[in-house]
């Protein structure tokens, strides 16, 4: 309705804004660049902001951001997150099928993860959209997967 009145080509403000289409602020492009540079040296990295200030969007912005030949991006958004899903929910992003135990999907996950690595050179970038609701549990194979050993990439 309001878009007719104004003349406007899109719905401004919506969620499904191509990310090329978003204002690149000076705060936009740092944030970009120092996860980036997480991501680079795989490392932990948490954005935080009060709702509705963009987390979400300079998430969707990240993943496009980033050079698809050199990273691997798998997204996960689920408040209720269990380590079992966490690691079904990345291997299926990977396209294999999860074992059922959390220890063999685990070594499954790491397994494919040297692959991909050790093949295609692509390291991984995993989100956790909403990671604050996470509980102690999850944050622990969280930090896991962080202590993952794969040789470090030529700067």
């Not at 009060?50 to 990273?71: A, M, V």
């Amino acid at each position: 309705m309001f878009e007719t009145f104004y003349d406007l080509i899109n719905t401004p403000f919506s969620r499904d804004i191509a990310t090329d289409q978003l204002y690149s602020s000076i705060m936009l492009e740092e944030t970009l660049g120092r996860l980036e540079y997480a991501a680079q040296r795989q490392l932990f990295a948490v954005i935080i902001g009060d709702c509705g200030t963009g987390k979400s969007t300079i998430i969707r912005k990240f993943k496009d951001y980033l050079d698809s030949s050199q990273f691997m991006v798998m997204y996960l958004a689920d408040s209720q997150l269990t380590p079992r899903h966490f690691y079904k929910g990345m291997l299926e992003q990977l396209g294999c099928e999860a074992e059922f135990y959390r220890g063999d999907a685990k070594r499954q996950l790491h397994r494919e993860i040297e692959i991909m690595h050790a093949m295609h050179n692509l390291q991984p970038v995993v989100i956790v959209d909403e990671a604050h609701l996470l509980d102690k549990e999850m944050l622990e194979e969280v930090r896991f997967l962080l202590n993952l050993k794969m040789m470090p990439r030529a700067q």
